[in-house]
């Protein structure tokens, strides 16, 4: 029995900072009714998603073996209806769900990534007092100001025409045309955590660029981060609808927006009007789900906005 | 893309208090604006040539892909592109096109870019204008009504309503009005512009287009009127607590006074900033509802370019989307130099 190995772990004391600033946001979060709202409803998409192949036979995606009569009402067998091929309208929204959220999540991750490091990268050179310094932020600040004015959905277009349609694609040309705004609030953000003391303890004690990056700015930018990370993704899943509905998707793998721009090419009004409203429903459900999220988060880390 | 526009508004504040640092006075910081413009439109031409010429590994033959052509509209392609030049020579003829107003020839319709684009603008212009007027007006009236009475009936209904239409796909609003009032109801046309036959003349031709005109301008209006309250109503917010509001108050002034003389026009400067900002990015973003609506605008020629697939006109387009941004930036950005004092003397 020795009384030493009850000596605390390193990193215990962060770990339980962490622990209990986790427990105090999930107290202010669960006061919030709008965000309690939005989070049940995207718990919820989630499960559906994941749980697809329990719900609905994939096979019913296939239209050579679709069964149904094409452009019916609803039935018991296929509660949303059919579309003009005859698949139930309920299966390829369950299906379509994954795709989306997919799409939504990866292009977010891709553009998260890229925000954060040209932020805090811009925001850590940005306040060393050289020339070199001075130029990275200016340059890499021009560069976002830059993708900020092109226009989004021409530039995706483009992209996505030039590239050629699939899944990767899709996730490539909205991860890369989404980030400058997390990269410019990053920046800010970064900015405001350089000034502080433990940074220039930390330069003190010799820590590197690298270093004071990763262990001292990254960690304090993270909560921003996840919150607009949040918002990211009700943008990028908007994004996606955009484009594949404009025919720019995977036609193998069907989206949401895939539904809209096969019900709209079938004709707007004259099948089974299920095939279009539902998905429809579905996108503003979850858009809206990660909007009242994120703005939950964002006004709990920031107690000025909390008053709205 | 709200997100974005914000950032841009924020840091617009923030660089006009850097440049008029610099400048001598109001006409130095215009003029250093007007040139950064320039730059940046520079820089978009540069993109656009690497995006349509260089990124694609066969430019010649990814263009025509899909298509079928002749050898001589493949020959006349082989020249405008400069294929098997050496790629500095392609960029300086590209340049030299592009200033002289050469866009190169329609893929589909076998006239310039210029004249495809031309008779399209104008459309678009009409569509954007009038919804941007109507989301405008009727967006901040509904910003100031509910951020005054924060928490009120009204205020719970319209931010539930704004956060509803600002989850909405533009083009799927479309598609549910055109199912209710174009093939239920027959009330409204299921799009175009016209009418078979130009639909009369005179009076009873700009009825005809009107009518024409309704419902893609209300799935545009309905949509940014969503932004647009909803960031008056948060601009509105802000001032709230502001002490020169307690001043007036203890003045002895009605509420209405208040607000009107004090609190609005103080909110409205960040709203009117990001619409502006907005304006250049809405005309990209009317492809969608254009192409719900056959509206013959530049989103519709966009989207039949993309189908086609007509470089030429996408590459115009393309160019003419960006410069909106550019000009609307740059507009934005002189308006807020001349008119609020706290920036230019920042």
Redesign the interface.
């Given at each position: 029995m020795t009384v030493t190995t009850e000596a605390i772990r390193p990193g215990q004391i962060a770990w339980d900072r962490r622990r209990r600033a986790l427990a105090a946001f999930w107290r202010q979060y669960r006061k919030d009714r709008s965000g309690m709202i939005g989070l049940a409803i995207l718990v919820l998409m989630i499960l559906v998603a994941l749980a697809a192949p329990l719900l609905a036979n994939s096979r019913g995606l296939d239209p050579a073996l679709a069964t149904y009569p094409a452009n019916a009402g609803p039935a018991l067998r296929y509660p949303l209806g059919t579309d003009s091929d005859g698949r139930s309208v309920l299966t390829e929204l369950i299906w379509g769900s994954r795709i989306s959220l997919l799409i939504g999540f990866a292009a977010t991750f891709l553009s998260m990534v890229i925000g954060a490091i040209i932020g805090i990268v811009a925001g850590h050179f940005g306040t060393l007092r050289n020339w070199l310094g001075r130029q990275t932020d200016n340059v890499l600040m021009r560069i976002t100001d830059w993708f900020l004015v092109i226009p989004f959905l021409p530039l995706a277009i483009v992209l996505a025409r030039t590239l050629g349609p699939s899944l990767h694609v899709i996730i490539f040309v909205i991860g890369i045309t989404s980030w400058p705004g997390t990269a410019r609030i990053i920046r800010a953000q970064a900015l405001a955590v350089e000034t502080r003391p433990y940074l220039e303890r930390s330069r003190a004690l010799g820590a590197g660029h690298w270093h004071q990056m990763s262990k001292h700015v990254l960690p304090n930018v993270m909560p921003l981060l996840l919150a607009n990370t949040i918002l990211t993704v009700a943008g990028t899943i908007l994004s996606e609808t955009t484009l594949s509905f404009l025919g720019l998707g995977d036609p193998t793998r069907a989206s949401w927006g895939e539904m809209l721009n096969a019900a709209f090419n079938s004709g707007v009004g004259t099948g089974n009007a299920l095939w279009l409203i539902a998905p429809g429903v579905a996108i503003i459900l979850v858009v809206m789900a990660f909007t009242l999220v994120g703005h939950t988060i964002e006004a709990v880390l920031n107690p000025k906005l909390r008053e709205r | 893309?709200l997100?974005?526009a914000?950032?841009?508004a924020q840091?617009l504040r923030g660089e006009e208090a850097g440049a008029a640092k610099v400048g001598t006075g109001l006409a130095r910081s215009l003029g250093v604006k007007v040139f950064s413009a320039l730059v940046?439109l520079f820089?978009?031409i540069v993109?656009n040539f690497f995006?349509?010429r260089v990124?694609?590994a066969d430019p010649a033959r990814?263009l025509v892909r899909g298509s079928t052509l002749t050898a001589s509209q493949m020959a006349v392609i082989n020249k405008t592109f400069g294929v098997g030049l050496p790629l500095p020579r392609q960029f300086w003829n590209y340049l030299v096109q592009t200033f002289q107003g050469h866009l190169g020839i329609s893929f589909e319709f076998h006239i310039p870019v210029a004249s495809v684009i031309g008779a399209a603008l104008w459309p678009t212009i009409l569509l954007v204008g009038s919804s941007t007027v109507l989301s405008t007006i009727i967006g901040v009236w509904i910003g100031i009504r509910s951020g005054w009475d924060?928490g009120s009936a009204f205020d719970r209904t319209s931010t539930a309503i704004c956060?509803?239409l600002?989850?909405?796909?533009d083009?799927?609003l479309g598609?549910?009005l055109?199912?209710v009032f174009?093939?239920?109801w027959a009330i409204f046309p299921?799009g175009g512009m016209h009418s078979f036959g130009g639909g009369g003349s005179g009076f009873a031709s700009v009825g005809d287009l009107l009518w024409h005109l309704t419902l893609p301008a209300i799935v545009l209006t309905l949509v940014y009127l969503a932004e647009y309250s909803l960031v008056m109503r948060?601009s509105l917010?802000d001032e709230l607590g502001s002490d020169y509001l307690l001043t007036a108050r203890a003045k002895g002034l009605r509420d209405t006074m208040v607000r009107r003389r004090h609190a609005v026009p103080n909110a409205l400067l960040p709203s009117i900033t990001l619409i502006m900002l907005n304006l250049?990015?809405v005309?990209?973003?009317a492809?969608?509802t254009e192409?719900?609506f056959s509206w013959p605008g530049l989103g519709l020629a966009?989207?039949s370019a993309?189908?086609y697939?007509d470089y030429p006109v996408?590459e115009g387009?393309?160019l003419l989307?960006?410069a909106?941004?550019?000009a609307a930036?740059l507009i934005a950005d002189l308006l807020l130099t001349v008119f609020d004092p706290r920036v230019r003397q920042a």
């Open positions: - | 893309m997100d974005g914000l950032a841009a840091e940046t820089f978009v993109f995006l349509f990124l694609p990814n924060r956060n509803t600002y989850a909405m796909p083009f799927w598609m549910v055109l199912i174009a093939s239920k299921a948060s917010i250049g990015f005309i990209s973003g492809i969608t192409t719900v966009s989207y993309l189908n697939p996408l387009a393309f989307f960006s909106a941004v550019i930036n």
